[in-house]
């Protein structure tokens, strides 16, 4: 759910924590994750729910087709460069928790390049007896031999943090004192080999905040004790997240600490000569990156500054100097239109790269500096899909793009900084029969009037009929953009079935910048629920489906957006997936990472914000004796993200009004909800398996 990136705190803390508040509610006993009446509950479910999906006739070939399409050796394997190397995190049916591998360039251009194991997890969780899932490793700059691995257990957010040389392939020795923390939420950023950025829970009850997420920087050195770090800075207890890290233009580092006051503002500080100096952004501003000896802001609002007006969305700049001096000097870099918003930011030696979305679509654009003008260079790809860059460095000119679309697989694309010619590297292969099938955007006018853009794909020869089962996805919230993407399980398990599938592009979303997400903010949510809404009477108007077989998914936010669309409009769709959701609105901010999210939905503990928040509040709204369909609730007993208390107490409380649900909860995946392949198949096809026995 998180759009910025925060360490996390331990799930046995929070949860113990959030079961101890008092409040009246008969169902507050499943909030206890692991207790013994709760995990009894939990498996009662999982077996029933289980008897009645797996029963579909088609269910194990789905299986199959989802496994098939997990452990495909035909994938792209995405690599990212460390020094001499390119590093990638490897999944397949003989490495279930997967391997961390590295190869040359050279062997990486060719079809099947050369692997080298730098870390197999798989080997170390049996070694050391524990269900490790891998969650990233952060290598120093630019030296790029000492890095942190972060490893869960059960696939948690929190994670236990080693230091691990990848000159030797192995975690670094006692004897050369490494870097450790124990399993927490915690940020652990480099400063140089041997001095780096912590913020993590010290045990002293007052080093987190009520989010759950550090609220206290120390400098902490090799060789010494945590207890014996240097605090440099502690935020207010309220505030979401602290956290430090540093910014590269090239190999000058800018060292930044940062008070996240809540989701979408903060305060930052630079640090450097071993002191803070405050610096006057404006606090829903972004930092994007630092290129040039300026740092680079994109606005959320309109800013007016040293005579000089910036409409909101825009990304400007300003000078480092100016910035500290405490007199940033704003110059426009790039600006918004009317359909087009900044998806991202990067920057490269010499050049910045924007990727633009022009009505949900992708173009990407260079922008070189001359005679203080910026021009503008857009990088030859169709505009009809989605772009994605990575694997930028400071240090160099090229790069790495993926471009997909609903029916073209992802391709791998080397960018030449300079030239911008494009060299395809790898391709997925089709998996499925996408010829037979085709891609329609719509737009639905929602209660205020308002466009809001829709995918449609389905076969070629489809019938307008009413008839056909349609899948229709939402999220709608943090600013994250849906945008087309190339899915070989929905094309098997779903279109290939004779399901339609349509993504929403509603409002809550970044589809069209700041202003589209903060249209659905707080006290005006139930807009993005109107959207939807005038997304399904879309479909049906177009008689591409109806409400006896249009079916809704989301997750996490979009979870939420589940829970609200049927309580709203139960009328309107015969299948509901509500995945890892948020549901009890009145409790959301006293459970896991909660309280970080007011900043999108509001306080519910003020009585003013409580009283536009119950008015969809899923697990408020539930209405004994109306007719709902049957919905299909996922979540997972290691989320330490969004409580899975929340889909158990929805689900308990459905069946204490007589309503028909049905229930699974994955013992391990944390807030993906799957730990590895497996799993992540299997959870896949229980929903299209109840899809297709709600819908056809």
Known sequence: MNKKVFPFMALSVLATSAFAHPDHDKYMWLENVEGAKAMKWVKEHNKASLKEIEAYPKFDKLVKNGLDVYNSKERIPYASRRGDYLYNFWKDENHVRGIYRR????????ANPKWETVLDIDALGKKEDVKWVYKGMNCQYPENVRCFVSLSRGGADAVEVREFDLSTK???PKSEKPFFLPEAKSDLSWIDKDTVFVGTDFGDGKSMTDSGYPRVVKIWKRGEPLSAAKEIFAGDKKSVAVAAYSM????TPLRLVGEFKTFYTSQYQVYQNGELSSIPLP?????????????FIELKSDLTANGKSFTQGSVVSTPVSALVSQKPKYELFVAPTKTASISSVSFTKSAIFVNWLDNVKSKLVRYTQKSGKWIQDTVPFKENGAISI??????ENDFFVTYTSFLE????YRVNGKTLSIKKVKAMPQQFAADKFTTKQYFATSKDGTNVPYFVVMAKDTKLNSKNPTLLYGYGGFEVSLRPSYSAMIGKNWLEQGGVYVLSNIRGGGEYGPAWHQAALKKNRHKAYEDFEAIAEDLIARKITSSKHLGIQGGSNGGLLMGAAFTRRPDLYNAV??????????RFNKLLAGASWMGEYGNPDN????????TYSPYHNLKKGAHYPKVFFTTSTRDDRVHPGHARKMVAKMEGMGIDVLYYENIEGGHAGAADNTQAAKLRTLTYAYLMQQLK
């Open 103 to 110: 190869t040359t360039m050279e062997e990486y251009l060719k």
């Open 170 to 172: 192995d975690f670094v």
């Open 248 to 251: 590269y233009d090239d190999k």
């Open 283 to 295: 606090e829903d501003a972004e930092i994007k990156g630092y290129f040039n000896g300026k740092v």
């Open 390 to 395: 990575f694997d930028v460095k400071q240090d």
């Open 409 to 412: 697989p992802s391709s791998l």
């Open 577 to 586: 997936v509500c995945q890892v959701p948020l549901l009890d609105m009145k």
């Open 607 to 614: 009585a003013d914000e409580w009283d536009y928040i119950k």
